[in-house]
């Protein structure tokens, strides 16, 4: 491969880092065209890019940014595929479903400005939330107070009411 390849190879994985907030090292060794067409498949339909990178690469590309990724260098072995995208457990939660089978295992990942290594770190980076489900959280804790404050004075208003029919129903 000649240097100017190289280089721009190293440019675009440096664009793709500064673009995406999230991304998975994924080993996808052993897995053949198939697989392979079916696991790309799934991540289009799941809004992930999948990129399959040289490590020699992907090394100078980490090395060039400004976040320190040097936790990440030791997973650079093997065949590896960088999945890159906008909610940072979509592509725990597209992993899980491959666990049995072993390929592809999860290497390592950045996600919310967090660096996990192993595959074994899949279980925290499923329970990451998302923003949506972050705000809808808050949403409902927000609604909970106002709802048991509407609830009793609701139930108050019939007791009230119900009273007050009893007494005047009553003979005098």
Known sequence: MKRELKDTII??????????????LVDITGMNAAATSKFRRECYKNEVKMV???????????EA?????????VTL????????????????K????YEKEGIPCLKGAYAEEGIYVGAD?????????????VIADIVALLQSPAKNVVSA?????????GVLKTLGERPE
């Open 11 to 24: 440019g675009e994985l440096g664009e793709k880092l500064q673009e995406y907030p999230h991304f998975y």
């Open 52 to 62: 399959v990178v040289k490590n020699k690469l992907l090394h100078k590309a980490f």
């Open 77 to 92: 072995k093997g065949n590896t595929a960088m999945l890159f995208c906008n909610t940072a457990n979509q592509p725990a």
């Open 65 to 73: 940014s400004e976040i320190d990724f040097e936790p990440l260098y």
């Open 94 to 97: 597209m992993l899980k479903g």
């Open 121 to 133: 770190k899949l279980g925290e980076l499923m329970s990451i939330k998302s923003k949506n489900e």
């Open 153 to 161: 004075l609701q139930s108050g208003a019939h007791t009230i009411h």
